[in-house]
């Protein structure tokens, strides 16, 4: 068990809607990275949280946005839902950064936008 | 930009048999790590195996080994003794290797079947 947890594990919204998803850290690790998996597909890189501040985003609109807490547990949150923002999302951590640390995954959210 | 590419979306094998999945990438950096991800019915993502760029051995992990190809800049997994628990989707990822950067590109994913 990688210790790192994810929720709701499934949530529908209408589109339009604001959702957010939460994600528990593994104990120890300070860094945070969220990825959005459509299906058929493989994961894209959101961004990334370190101690609380975001160090790096892949390319995803600025109404996706996040925040890391203290105790480096962390928060996705998306306005203005559209269609194609129905996706798997993940949450992975690493006790970062670093070049030989690891990335631990949570089972992810199943976000489905009607 | 790195990109990563799996060009097999499906693969079968008998169990107790062996199988080869592949991924080639490209990027102009030359420290960098790759990944085998799996990704069961589950969802989670589960580390496979890792290799070091600046690393020529192979590395391997139990039935789980690679054949990493820097100049070609391809990087196979082969499952050896393939067992019906090795049904799931695999995913090549790729990460630079700077300080601070955890971003990881993943390819498109291949479906393992395991035919009992």
């Known amino acids: 068990e990688t210790g790192v947890t994810q929720s709701p594990t499934h949530l529908i919204k209408t589109r339009g809607q604001q959702v957010t998803l939460r994600c528990s850290s593994q104990?120890?690790?300070?860094?945070v990275s969220w990825y959005q998996q459509a299906l058929g597909q493989g994961p894209q890189f959101i961004f990334q949280y370190y101690r609380e501040e975001e160090n790096g985003r892949g390319n995803f609109p600025p109404r996706f946005s996040g925040l890391q807490f203290p105790n480096y547990s962390s928060e996705l949150n998306v306005n203005a839902l559209e269609l194609d923002d129905s996706a798997l999302y993940l949450c992975?951590?690493?006790?970062?950064?670093?070049?030989?640390?690891?990335?631990?995954f949570g089972q992810g959210t199943r976000l489905t936008v009607v | 930009a790195q990109t990563v590419t799996q060009s097999q979306p499906e693969m079968s094998v008998q169990e107790a048999e062996t199988v080869t999945l592949s991924c080639t990438y490209d990027?102009?950096?030359?420290?960098?790590?790759l990944f085998w991800y799996k990704q069961p019915p589950s969802r989670q993502m589960i580390l496979v195996i890792r290799q070091e760029a600046y690393k020529q051995q192979n590395a391997t992990e139990n039935r789980f080994s690679v054949n990493f190809q820097k100049a070609a800049k391809s990087f196979s997994l082969k499952i050896s003794d393939s067992q019906l628990g090795d049904a799931a989707m695999y995913f090549c990822?790729?990460?630079?290797?700077?300080?601070?950067?955890?971003?990881?590109?993943f390819g498109t994913g291949t479906r393992l079947t395991i035919i009992p």
């Open positions: 992975a951590s690493n006790r970062g950064p670093g070049a030989e640390t690891e990335a631990f």
């Open positions: 990822a790729y990460r630079m290797a700077n300080f601070g950067n955890e971003k990881l590109t």
């Open positions: 104990s120890g690790h300070n860094t």
């Open positions: 990027t102009s950096e030359s420290d960098y790590y």
